[in-house]
């Protein structure tokens, strides 16, 4: 695991705020692939935590309440396939 993981997710205006471990706020993921180039860049943290806004995510310009959870999901998953056709 890298040394300041993602640690924290939360819908923020139709997009993810994702915040390391130090606090740090990167950029906000607007995609699956902002997603997974975050994930590519500084892992996720085995302890990391959603916001209660991702099960609220309509309430914060998603189209609907899954809708961040939808994107984090879609991003994990473009971040394991691009590894996994990397290391083949």
């Known amino acids: 695991m890298k040394n300041n993981p993602i640690y924290y997710v939360s819908a ?6 994702i915040e390391l471990k ?4 990167l950029p906000l993921a607007a995609d ?4 997974a180039l975050a994930m590519a860049a500084y892992g996720v943290s ?4 959603f916001s209660s806004s991702m099960d609220f995510a309509d309430e ?4 609907n309440s899954q809708g961040a959870h939808v ?12 590894g996994t056709k990397e290391s083949a």
């Open 12 to 17: 923020h205006h139709g997009k993810l705020l």
């Open 22 to 25: 130090d606090g740090k706020v």
């Open 32 to 35: 699956a692939q902002d997603v």
């Open 46 to 49: 085995a302890n990391g935590k």
């Open 60 to 63: 914060f310009g998603f189209e």
């Open 71 to 82: 994107l984090w999901d879609e991003g994990r998953k473009l971040y394991l396939s691009v």
